[in-house]
DNA sequence: CTGTGTGCAAACATTTTGCAAGCAG
DNA sequence: CTGCTTGCAAAATGTTTGCACACAG
């Protein structure tokens, strides 16, 4: 359920690079195809972790990694979930659009897709006249484990 | 628009200490009473600074204002919302939920609500086992005057 | 009186910044 | 070569905890 190939997303990445005057390096590569591999929610250190265990002769440091996400956040290759004291959680922009249901004590992330809501929040824009191009929802709760 | 006085809701307040074995202090009031009087996101930072600004005599400490508000949002009194990688912010929960729809152009924020959507968040946070505390329903677009 | 609440300072957790050395272009 | 990038350590944020004294019940 992949909308583009990683080649295609490297290349996008590359343009991207080339266009802002910043270089394409081994770090940047690993953390962009480790997103890819791994299609879930990261922390900044879950991500860290992952990419120091699979790429070890890079010793990444997490420095690089924030750094590299605020990169691809700043332009749209990754969206990010805030969780409040529990940090910020990041996935990699390549899904259909979908919504979140967070739990606020273990910070699970689940994702759903519902058509009537879609339909209701157009109606919405419509009543009042806007013109939609995004929008985000996000319901916080209990999950079945912390409750 | 509110729901409750602020006597009501000290009252409430009270008979929640008294349940718990916890003091009605007069650094919980003044917090309480603050946000009752402004009902806007307040970060922790910035309700501990009016809070220090409207009762001068209290002296009152951030740690207070971190633990008044965890406390209160364990009870539902306040709500929260996580923004930003840095983060919280709380309301005082006298109104009933609103969304918004947020003009990229302008800046213009328009606040609705809507009795569908909201039935159709709990029918979602029940088909996966979620108990609800908040939600965050942000769409965003072009108003009529920006189109 | 008893035990909870408070402010302070220190501890923590997470993210950002300064810097010298490394490397892409 | 040039200057962006990196990893490290230190700084900056935002929040929590340990402690001794204050005070509500």
Redesign the pocket.
């Known amino acids: 359920m992949k909308i583009m190939s990683f080649e295609e997303l490297l290349e996008e990445f590359?343009k991207l690079?080339?266009n802002?005057?910043?270089?394409?390096?081994?770090?940047?590569e690993a953390i962009l195809q480790t997103l890819y591999d791994n299609p879930k929610h990261f922390?900044?250190?879950s991500l860290y972790l992952l990419v120091k265990q699979s790429y070890p002769k890079?010793?990444?440091?997490?420095?690089?990694?924030?750094?590299?996400?605020?990169l691809l956040e700043d332009n749209g290759l990754v969206t990010s979930i805030s969780l409040?004291?529990?940090?910020?959680k990041f996935e990699i922009a390549l899904k259909p659009h979908h919504d979140h249901l967070i739990c606020e004590k273990c910070g699970k992330i689940v994702e759903f897709e519902d058509d009537e809501i879609e339909q209701l929040q157009h109606d919405i824009a419509n009543m009042y006249e806007f013109q939609l191009t995004n929008h985000l929802m996000q319901l916080y709760g209990h999950c079945k484990e912390c409750q």
Chains 1, 2 share one sequence.
């Open positions: 590359k690079l080339k802002n005057g910043l270089k394409f390096t081994a770090q940047r922390t900044s250190e890079l010793n990444i440091g997490i420095t690089t990694v924030y750094r590299t996400l605020n409040g004291v529990q940090g910020k």
